[in-house]
């Protein structure tokens, strides 16, 4: 007898007809935060207490290759709502405001329109300025399937925060014992670190405990044959080096789908098996669709899953990393599923810039310090250096992804693949990017990046990843390639230009960039002047990006150039620094204007 039923058979057998009349199958999302795979029952943890998601998993499907599309919540929910990714709309940094691109529609108004009664309950996040009230019914924390009409197909979200990092922020008595947890290779191990590592297994068994109610719940309404059921997490974990960063542990949540027996018809796979296919969040939305019988839009750029449109795997899916909070940054991953590749394009700052909500956590402001006392060995101290341009991991042998293969010579045919898909699907997405947020913000206006990024004139993106290439690749750029590229006619390829200079063994000539038409441009070639030296008209060229109160976007860019500048600022940039500080912090936690400003107050203390 079906789990779901069990203990209910009475309900069902008073239950009208009219309730089960609709061929189409009722669609039911659980959803977990900050959840990595490898913390729930089904993917063989043996500390994991998920009795819930174990039942979701009986008779079910285990999807073993399931990747996030970014490793932070509201940019991939920007991916999963539209079928895209976030990163060829625009809409990848994080709690941005963009507007999505013409004619793309959260994907429930299509369910809508085909009679399901849709339902949020209750987080959003999607990243956008777009108005999403067409896409649901209802959308709040009492919306519900049962508010539908009688017999009307559902589509119902419910999300769990209990296992959200948040919940790392404050010590709670562990149930979990510290003594039992694997630390993984890149943290110290210390009771602090076992400490964390416990509270979260005792997080995600909260939210397995409130994922259950709404199990019960549906088994009590007599429609659990009804409905197809997806439990997720919403992307990788929440401990240190996990969340934001596109490392296994970031990007590689669980994914689990019950297919009732009426509808194994529409699964990918038979029941209580393990599936290897690669999926992505952004193949979500046609999934449902497919489920439901409805139609795939154009905008989609994943593929259905299961149901009749289902379409076959691909042999490489991606992940994107941008602004994480107040730290501006920008990386891309490919996978096969065993293979992982990041590129970095940043290489002159580290993964560990200090992010005021991630040093909210015990284990991570240990791990800081221990780094600050020189205590770390060579793996756990790697995080608070610079990057390598190039990281290649063998995620079956490495799970912990701390062994970068990018330069041995047997794992080279495993890189260029890889390399050469990562390429291949920027170009194809149109990879907004490689636009600085200010940038790209300036130049969208009040319209969609993706229309910049569409214009090959304003964003030659093919000759943009080539100049990177030709700049980064090497240990130091050409001098006579670099010169070339700061005096490019392209603003974008003026700006990866100034970023190269950093590495390059004799700083070139960059003055003339301190009078460029575009803010970014100024500020880059102002930072490569000033990791070098001192120079008070660079120190001029941050000081006006601060006060310039019309371009919020380029105000943080500006206080990131400040904290990764290895002197102190002349009094009047603090000053103006310590002004945002304080009067930004009255608009809001989100505010990432202030935090930034903030943890540079205290640093110049």
Partial sequence: MSFFIRGFCFVAGVITGALHAADRPNILWVVTEDNVATTVGPYGDPLARTPNINRIAAGGIVFDRCYSASAVCAPTRSSIITGRFASSMGTQHMRSQRPLPEGVKFFPEYLRAAGYFTTNNAKTDYNTSSDWDSAWNENSKRAHWRHRALGQPFFAIFNFEQSHESNLHKRTPLVTDPAKVRVPAYLPDTPTVRADIAQYYDCVARADEALGKILDQLAED?????????????????????????????????????????????????????????????????????????????????????????????????????????????????????????????????????LDFLWR?????????????????????????????????????????????????????????????????????????????????????????????????????????????????????????????????????????????????TLPDVTPLLRDAETVVRLAAAEAILRRGENANAWSVIEAALKDATRSEGRLFAVNVVARIPRQAPASVLGVIASLAKTSAANGAENYTARAAEDLVRSAH
């Fill in 222 to 354: 007599g429609l659990a044959e009804d409905t197809i059921i997806f439990y997720y997490g919403d992307h990788g974990g929440a401990v240190s080096r996990s969340k934001r960063f596109l490392y296994e542990n970031g990007t590689h949540p669980p994914l689990i789908a019950h297919f009732p027996k009426k509808y194994q018809h529409l699964a990918p796979a038979a029941p209580d098996s393990h599936f290897g296919e690669l999926v992505n969040f952004v193949d979500f939305a046609p999934t449902v669709l497919s489920l439901a019988g409805v139609s795939l839009p154009a905008q989609f750029q994943g593929r259905a899953i299961a149901g009749p449109a289902r379409a076959a795997a691909p042999t490489y899916t991606f992940s994107f990393r941008d602004r994480m909070d107040e730290r501006y940054d920008l990386a891309r991953a490919a996978t096969d599923g065993r293979y992982r590749y990041i590129r970095n394009y940043y290489p002159s700052q580290p993964w560990g810039q200090h």
């Fill in 361 to 505: 956590q015990a284990s991570m402001a240990e791990w800081a310090s221990l780094h600050a006392a020189g205590k770390l060995n060579a793996v756990q101290r790697a995080f608070f250096e610079f990057k390598p341009v190039e990281e290649l991991f063998d995620c079956a042998n490495d799970p912990d992804n701390v062994r970068n293969l990018a330069g041995e010579p047997s794992a080279r045919p495993h890189l260029l693949r890889l390399r050469a898909a990562l390429r291949g699907h920027q170009l194809a997405i149109r990879d907004t990017g490689f636009m600085p947020e200010p940038l790209m913000i300036n130049w969208a206006e009040k319209a969609s990046p993706a229309l910049v990024a569409a214009d090959e004139t304003r964003y030659p993106l093919s000759r943009v990843l080539d100049t990177i290439d030709a700049l980064q690749q090497p240990a130091s750029p050409d001098a006579k390639a670099l010169a070339a590229a700061l005096r490019a006619p392209e603003a974008v390829i003026r700006y990866w230009a100034a970023v190269a200079a950093l590495r390059a063994e």
